[in-house]
């Protein structure tokens, strides 16, 4: 990632700009209130562009007059040697034959741009990001004057999308340099690792949501959902549907860019299984999470009429979740605990009945995770009542049953979609409208510095982008510090429509103290690419148990257990993404301990 540490400085520049740059879109230049504007230069590459084309008009025989008129000034200007005596003629030499073929000159050499090699040089480039970024975000809360000046003209960031990436983005863009505005169906960020556990009441939905506007107080929040961006004219077709209450048509406008930031997520993925949309829940947002925690009381409430034969409170009682993946995994742990330790309590003559059933279409669960702690995870599903069924393919979801590859029926009260991640329509516009884009497995193409392969001045990362170098897994950890670096890319004074990134103002700050001043002249600096310091997985699997894999570069530690438990607790405690939050899910932890989960519906 770019960073005033020296790791993120080239000793030399590399091709940018004009003649083999496929990113020829002008600089967008940025106009401060106090400043002169700023615009990319790729200086380095006109001076070497210029002695290369010198080299190979003298080699190729094109410019020997100017050659020999310079040898001419350069003799009248020397002064003379003292005589001496002249040596023996040689022996006559027959002229040179003059070649057929021309001249050879060499191929240009491929930039690569240096990255860090060892993990705790990765750390340390963090570690100073994270400062500068922490700088920036608390500046704005400690000095909110500073960037509140709407009256000078300046590039305008579009980002679409208030999850994870979006989110991490704008709390460290500077205002200062860009008009920013959020456009998203959603007004508020979620904490979605523990969607599962707000889905039964372990923790409240509000505790986990963070409203755009309070992440940052200085960006324009339009909700709206994007339909489709104009990549020539650099516009967003949006619509909205606010006043479908009210019996109103939805509104449709468009708004323009300097950059867009496409930071959209993914839909869940059905993979063409009729019936998932008709009845089965998903579990992607707060609104999922709310619908689930009033179906479980629905279904129990249904279950304990009196009119509701044996068998029917069999097939309501029936919770069959759908993927083996996190989330699946752990709607299972969360379900079992509310089972135990709070419905037991409430429905002592129902709980008997309750059966929870996981479908893997795979041969295990939590793939991303090493053998031993998936072995743990079946173990203690074992030891809890939850069945895991291992090689279920499902084939068709009814009404009241799941039908399976090899012919089974399963009758089920509530199914639960945890499968996988599908590409959302806007993604999948742009996908066709690009010849870069062929190819593309559902998630934008993108190039190591994040920008969409075919657009100009657009940036995309999360689940709806994939550099095809280096595929990085769909987690909100690998969202978080893609939209970190893109903040911190477009903050700094880089030429974005370079083929690589280059500096064109001398360092400051930080930067300037490790690496010297820097002159006018000297090598350019370069924006290393995007690198992602995976920091490990965690997962909850029920009766106060969790997993943990920790990876410190090449090396893995693997925990489980109850003492991981606080280890899962304490992370989701600190990733929280303010204060309020923390308090808030501290305060639901010791509250659900206490006092049970709520059971109302409302």
């Not at 994040?450 to 001045?457: D, E, I, P, Q, W």
């Not at 974005?496 to 002159?519: F, H, Q, T, V, Y």
């Not at 410190?552 to 693997?558: A, E, P, S």
């Not at 509250?591 to 519906?601: A, E």
Request: with cysteine.
């Amino acid at each position: 990632m770019p960073s005033p540490s020296a790791a993120f400085l080239a000793p030399y520049v590399g091709p940018c700009g004009a003649g083999t740059s496929t990113w020829t879109a002008p600089r967008v230049t940025r106009v401060r209130p106090d400043a002169t504007p700023l615009v990319g230069r790729c200086r380095n590459l006109q001076r070497l562009s210029m002695m290369s084309k010198v080299d190979t008009e003298t080699t190729s025989g094109e410019s020997l007059m100017e050659t020999d008129a310079t040898e001419e000034v350069l003799a009248r200007e020397t002064p003379a040697a003292p005589a001496t005596k002249a040596p023996p003629p040689s022996p006559a030499k027959s002229p040179p034959i003059p070649s057929s073929e021309p001249a050879v000159v060499p191929a240009p050499v491929k930039y690569v741009p240096p990255r860090r090699e060892t993990f705790a040089g990765l750390v340390w480039d963090r570690l100073v990001d994270s400062a500068t970024d922490a700088r920036m975000h608390y500046g704005r809360l400690l000095l909110p004057n500073k960037q509140k000046n709407k009256t000078v003209s300046k590039p305008s960031v579009v980002v679409l999308g208030s999850g994870w990436g979006a989110h991490a983005l704008i709390k460290v863009l500077d205002c200062d340099l860009y008009d920013v505005t959020v456009i998203s169906p959603r007004n508020a960020f979620a904490f979605t690792p523990m969607l599962a556990a707000a889905s039964v009441g372990t923790v409240e939905f509000r505790s986990l949501l963070e409203p755009v506007r309070v992440a940052n107080e200085l960006v324009d929040y339009v909700q709206a959902s994007a339909t489709e961006v104009d990549l020539e004219r650099q516009t967003v077709t949006c619509v909205s549907d606010l006043g479908r209450v009210e019996g109103e048509a939805p509104v449709q406008f468009s708004v323009p860019y300097s950059y867009l930031v496409i930071a959209v997520g993914a839909t869940t993925n059905t993979f063409g299984v009729p019936g998932v949309r008709e009845h089965a829940f998903f579990l992607k947002s707060v609104v999922d999470a709310r619908k689930i925690r009033a179906a479980i009381v629905n279904r129990f409430e249904r279950a304990n009429l009196p009119t509701t034969s044996d068998e029917e409170k069999l097939r309501l009682l029936h919770t069959v979740v759908i993927g083996g993946g996190p989330t699946g995994v752990e709607y299972c742990a969360e379900l079992n605990d509310f089972l135990t330790s709070d419905l037991r309590r409430k429905y002592p003559r129902l709980v008997p009945l309750v059966k929870v059933t996981l479908l893997q279409s795979g041969d295990a669960i939590l793939t991303a995770f090493d053998d031993t702690l998936q072995a743990a995870a079946m173990e203690n599903f074992q030891n809890s009542s939850v069945e895991v069924v291992l090689g279920a393919r499902v084939v068709n979801i009814g009404p009241t049953s799941i039908t399976l590859k090899d012919g089974t029926e399963v009758d089920y009260g509530m199914a639960i979609w945890a499968a996988g991640n599908g590409t959302t329509p806007l993604v999948k516009s742009i996908i066709n409208s690009l010849p870069e884009q062929a190819g593309a497995r559902g998630r934008l193409r993108i190039d190591d510095w994040l920008r969409v392969k075919g657009a100009t001045n657009v940036f995309a990362f999360g689940d709806a982008a994939c550099n095809d170098d280096d595929p990085l897994p769909a987690t909100a950890q690998v969202a978080a510090q893609q939209a970190a670096f893109a903040g911190r890319l477009l903050n700094r004074d880089y030429c974005l429509s370079c083929e690589i990134p280059e500096a064109s103002s001398p360092r400051k700050g930080l930067s300037k103290l490790i690496n010297g001043a820097g002159d006018e002249d000297g090598p350019a600096r370069v924006a290393k690419p995007f690198q992602f310091l995976s920091l490990g997985l965690l997962a909850y699997i029920g009766r106060d148990r969790a997993l943990a894999q920790v990876e410190l570069g090449k090396k893995k530690i693997f925990l489980s257990g109850a003492a991981t438990r606080l280890l899962y607790d304490s992370v989701y405690a600190t990733k929280q993404v303010s204060f309020r939050n923390r308090v808030l899910v501290l305060m639901d932890w010791a509250k659900t301990k206490v006092f049970g989960r709520d059971l109302s519906q409302f």
